[in-house]
């Protein structure tokens, strides 16, 4: 009897053991066939671009190729619906941004919960947008500004790429943490709303550091401060919106999300490489082109992140009430 209980012991603890080696297993053998990178947006623009450098490198290191799959459409919700019902193996990764912490308020009928259907892999980047004045606007400051405003209310106009959109909530933080009315005015992307500030049609904007440089130095507008909390590195000379608004705090953002159920295994050898391709100089000095700083982290970081900024901005899309195009 007592062999008996000795060997059915036995037995159970390498019972136990045995899932533990094949998930092991598993994270060893990955990627067994080529990995997409689901980008719900058009080909071209940033999130598009960043996920192409690090899919080229992610490729090289992995010895398979990692894809990007271009879904736009629904400010986003299509492309990440895509990868909630994809099988959770770690070859369908998701790009996520800022948008998807926004549409998790903004959008009431969504068929998924995007904090619990999409598990955080790793960050890649953060970028701050540059509050740019039409040089009409009598404000050569932040306080200036907010000077202005307060004294003719519902007079200035604020540009952004669409409703919802990082540079529309940005916006949308300032009224609120400065206590302004300033009327907003959607555009179908970045160019148009760019393009209608330097022509005076509109009288401020949050625009990329990059794509504001060239109008900046030409004196088309005129930049007056940046979103993140302090100065950010590719535009050192510009204040930060917190030095005249403490706590204001509105940067785009970067990272891998996969389907929920992806083996922890699986996802901490995501982490590693993301973070080690973050580490290249190359990568630093290309991202920095892009206005963007690398942001390696683990995934618990990066979920906190997400929670967090899905929080701060559902707070101020119910303050606003604002509601999807």
């Not at 970081?301 to 303050?319: C, H, N, P, S, Y």
Request: proline share 7%; hydrophobic share 45%; charged share 15%.
């Amino acid at each position: 009897m007592k062999v008996v209980r000795r060997d059915f012991l036995r037995l159970a603890a390498g019972a136990a053991v045995l899932p533990a080696l094949l998930r092991m297993a598993s994270a060893q053998a990955y990627p067994s066939r080529p990995v997409r990178i689901i980008v719900s947006t058009a080909a071209g623009g940033g999130p598009d671009i960043v996920a192409r450098l690090l899919g080229q490198r992610l490729s090289e290191r992995l010895g398979q190729q990692f894809l990007i799959d271009n879904r736009p459409g629904a400010s986003g919700n299509i492309g990440t619906e895509a990868v909630v019902k994809a099988p959770p193996d770690g070859h369908t990764l998701l790009m996520v941004g800022a948008s998807s912490a926004i549409n998790a308020t903004l959008y009431q009928k969504l068929n998924f919960n995007f904090i619990r259907d999409i598990a955080p892999v790793a960050s890649i980047s953060r970028t701050a947008a540059v509050l740019a004045v039409h040089p009409s606007v009598p404000a050569q400051t932040v306080p200036d500004l907010i000077a202005h405003a307060k004294s003719n209310p519902g007079t200035l106009t604020f540009a952004s790429p669409g409703i919802g959109s990082a540079p529309h909530m940005a916006g949308e933080l300032l009224k609120v943490m400065a206590g302004v009315d300033l009327l907003h005015v959607p555009y179908r992307g970045d160019a148009a709303a760019l393009t209608d500030l330097i022509g005076g049609q509109v009288q401020l904007c949050f625009v990329g550091a990059p794509a504001a440089t060239e109008s900046i130095r030409s004196g088309t507008v005129r930049a007056l401060a940046v979103t993140s909390a302090t100065r950010f590195r590719t535009v050192p000379d510009i204040p930060s919106l917190s030095e005249f608004l403490p706590g204001y705090e509105a940067n785009g953002w970067a990272g891998f999300g996969a389907p929920r159920d992806t083996p922890a295994e699986i996802v901490a050898k995501l982490n590693q490489e993301i973070n080690a391709v973050l580490a290249d100089s190359t990568i630093i000095a290309r991202l920095a082109d892009l206005g963007s700083t690398p942001a390696a982290g683990s995934p618990a970081d990066f979920g906190r992140l997400i929670a967090e900024e899905t929080e701060k901005w559902g707070k101020v899309i119910k303050f606003a009430g604002i509601k999807p195009e």
